[in-house]
């Protein structure tokens, strides 16, 4: 059984340019959040999706977005990289019933870095 | 705003002895869930225990165990005969109830020394 995989483990990236990071959620799972945890740091939410929408979002600027496929898998877009963008990068994937996230598996993450 | 505090940013013990985490937390809502997570070098967040804030009674999981009060706020962490693969970082979550989002604490890097 297949947990949270993230996909790239580590990426470099020059200010101003646009980046995609993928997340697979684990199997059974239909619901993915993100979130940012700068160097030592707790992680912060960005945003979570179900059901292909963005259904709640932290406090993060319209550069990050983000996408859910049918097969439950996302990705997590930011454009116009700031040198403060560099961070790992968790997704979280739950299952959602009745309204409530049960059981957030967390993926690795991708460790993003922008120079 | 929901806050939670990790007061130690670093601890460090010696292998088979026990070693509580403190973590306190801010909120006006009444049910809500609390949880240890557990990052090692590997990166991924790994759940080691889950309170719901209705349960009086403290959650437990093998050598893991919580101290809740919820009058206080107070969520700490009990690691008994504490192993070496236990040195990661640990980071207290808190999630109300019905809402999307986890906040986690700033993070206390544990220390397990042979």
């Known amino acids: 059984d297949a947990g949270v995989t993230q996909s790239p483990t580590h990426l470099i990236k020059t200010r101003g340019q646009q980046v995609t990071l993928r997340c697979s959620p684990k199997?059974?799972?239909?619901?993915v959040s993100w979130y940012q945890q700068a160097l030592g740091q707790g992680p912060q939410f960005i945003f979570q999706?179900?059901?292909?929408?963005?259904?709640q979002r932290g406090n993060f600027p319209d550069r990050f977005s983000g996408h859910q496929f049918p097969n439950y898998s996302s990705e997590l877009n930011v454009n116009a990289l700031l040198l403060g963008d560099s961070a790992l990068y968790l997704c979280?994937?739950?299952?959602?019933?009745?309204?409530?996230?049960?059981?957030?598996?967390f993926g690795s993450g991708t460790r993003l870095t922008v120079v | 705003a929901q806050t939670v505090t990790q007061s130690q940013p670093e601890m460090s013990v010696q292998e088979a002895e026990t070693v509580t985490l403190s973590c306190t937390y801010d909120?006006?809502?009444?049910?809500?869930?609390l949880f240890w997570y557990k990052q090692p070098p590997s990166r991924q967040m790994i759940l080691v225990i889950r309170?719901?804030?209705?349960?009086?009674q403290n959650a437990t999981e093998n050598r893991f165990s919580v101290n809740f009060q919820k009058a206080a706020k107070s969520f700490s962490l009990k690691i008994s005969d504490s192993q070496l693969g236990d040195t990661a970082m640990y980071f207290c979550?808190?999630?109300?109830?019905?809402?999307?989002?986890?906040?986690f604490g700033q993070g206390t890097r544990l220390t397990i020394n042979p």
């Open positions: 979280a994937s739950s299952l959602r019933t009745g309204g409530v996230n049960y059981g957030y598996t």
């Open positions: 309170q719901e804030a209705y349960k009086q």
């Open positions: 199997s059974g799972h239909d619901t």
């Open positions: 909120t006006s809502e009444s049910n809500y869930y």
């Open positions: 999706y179900y059901e292909e929408e963005e259904r």
């Open positions: 979550a808190f999630l109300i109830q019905g809402a999307q989002k986890l906040v």
